[in-house]
């Protein structure tokens, strides 16, 4: 990720938030978190990645990517996902 540098306006801005109490900040435009929130899924949360290469049948790459192509994902991020979910029910002992 760049780095850029604040502007002075930017700098004044932040320097006004630093100086309020909390209580007086405006936080009505924010939405509620309903219910129990999984932190570990999402944008705050991403797993170490590692890159490997297997082999896989043709005609399962090519519904792979039949499949990813209607759910708009490049296939690759389709096969982490089924790769994932299945592991998931392995692991929960689900059918």
């Known amino acids: 990720m760049k780095k850029t540098r604040l502007t002075e306006d930017q700098i004044a801005q932040l320097a006004a938030l630093d100086a309020m109490r909390d209580q ?3 936080l ?11 932190w570990t899924r999402g944008n705050l949360y991403r ?7 297997i082999r896989l049948p043709a005609p399962d790459i090519e519904l792979a ?3 990813a192509g209607i759910r708009g994902l490049p296939y690759q991020t389709y096969i982490k996902q089924v790769l994932h979910s299945a592991l998931q029910r392995e692991r929960t002992g689900q059918q």
């Open 65 to 67: 990517r039949q499949l």
């Open 24 to 26: 007086d900040i405006d």
């Open 28 to 38: 009505t435009d924010i939405p509620e978190l309903g219910g129990r929130q999984d």
């Open 47 to 53: 797993p170490l990645m590692q890159a490997i290469s």
